[in-house]
């Protein structure tokens, strides 16, 4: 029922920044937590950072002070603004949505935007 569309990818040399952006089929904000994840070849997926239906955040401490979530509950549309980017940062980028109820369990993903940060 949800459709979630990464955008905003690509090349940048460090220390640059990059801003990503998760497009949702429906207004999910209010009913769905947020995040991005990433995955960098040949290791596993691990959360960057999250963001509730009541708008409080939380970061990877390896980005902590370098991204930012935000959303915009008009557009439907989830971002991560990305500064400072380092080398380590290098990964594809995952939009998710998870969402809950006492007999009902939905979870959403993207199908990913390529970062990569050249030194």
């Known amino acids: 029922q949800v459709q979630l569309v990464e955008s905003g990818g690509g090349l940048v040399q460090a220390g640059g920044s990059l801003r990503l952006s998760c497009a949702a089929s429906v207004n999910i904000f209010s009913t769905y937590t947020m995040s991005w994840h990433r995955q960098a070849p040949g290791k596993q997926r691990e959360l960057v950072a999250g963001?509730?239906?009541?708008?409080?955040?939380n970061y990877a401490d390896p980005v902590k002070g370098r991204f930012t979530i935000s959303r915009d509950n008009a557009k439907n549309t989830l971002y991560l603004q990305m500064n400072s980017l380092k080398p380590e940062d290098t990964a594809v980028y995952y939009c998710?949505?998870?969402?809950?109820?006492?007999?009902?369990?939905?979870?959403?993903w993207g199908q990913g935007t390529q970062v990569t940060v050249s030194s």
């Open positions: 998710n949505a998870k969402g809950s109820g006492t007999s009902w369990y939905r979870d959403y």
């Open positions: 963001i509730s239906r009541a708008g409080i955040t």
